[in-house]
């Protein structure tokens, strides 16, 4: 938890984070803003089927913005997830679960879930900024599909160049948050020459 208060110390108020409310450092708890709709996951998971390209497009966004801010920190998350982002009343993306981050080379004290993690993760190497990326292109396909990944499921909404850049771990997030907005740019252009 002392971890966990740091780390939202650290960023300060931003909209892809919970607003920290209060830390007692005398009992070790924490107090955040209650965020509506719960986890990604959970939403996802009672909603799939009512999800617009649209909106999974902004969480795709929101998720690299997110992570963005972390990197700018110097703080790797280590457990990018579905579970790990959770939803407020506009159903927007707030980053969460610092229990498990890595602080300036730090080691962290997780990892992220197996369909989330780097394959050919070495257990002895410490984590990477590349981890985080090849976690964040495994989020991603989830919010496109709907489908954890390494499912033999295709999706022509899967923007496959995006993904695989952080699978390969060749990019950064801001750059993933860069193409995001021109794919979503480009959807927008097309709906509208569409009308």
């Known amino acids: 938890m002392r971890i ?13 984070v919970p607003k920290l409310l209060s830390w007692d450092p005398e009992i070790c708890c924490i107090r955040m803003e209650y965020v509506t709709h719960g986890s990604l996951k959970d939403y996802m998971d009672k909603n799939e089927e009512k999800l617009s390209p649209e909106l ?3 969480w795709a966004k929101q998720t690299a913005e997110g ?4 990197h700018s920190h110097d703080i790797l998350h280590c457990d990018i997830s579905p579970r ?4 407020d009343e506009n159903l927007d993306l707030k980053i ?3 229990g498990s ?6 080691e962290p004290t997780a990892t992220a879930g197996t369909r989330f993690r780097w394959p ?3 257990w002895d190497i410490p984590p990477t900024v590349e981890d985080d990326f090849f976690s964040l292109g495994s989020l991603i396909y989830f919010i496109m599909s709907g489908v954890y990944p390494y499912k033999d ?9 995006i993904i695989c850049r952080c699978w390969y771990r060749k990019t950064t997030a801001g750059e993933v948050f860069n193409a995001l907005e021109h794919v979503s740019r480009q959807h927008i252009a097309g709906v509208i020459s569409g009308l």
Request: charged share 25%; hydrophobic share 40%.
């Open 84 to 87: 790990n982002f959770l939803l």
């Open 4 to 16: 966990e208060a740091r780390v939202y110390k650290i960023l300060g108020t931003h909209p892809r």
């Open 120 to 122: 050919v993760m070495d």
């Open 67 to 70: 992570l963005t801010l972390l």
């Open 101 to 106: 981050v890595s602080i300036s080379g730090a």
């Open 96 to 98: 969460s679960d610092f």
């Open 56 to 58: 999974r497009l902004r």
């Open 153 to 161: 499921t295709a999706s022509d909404e899967v923007e496959n160049d």
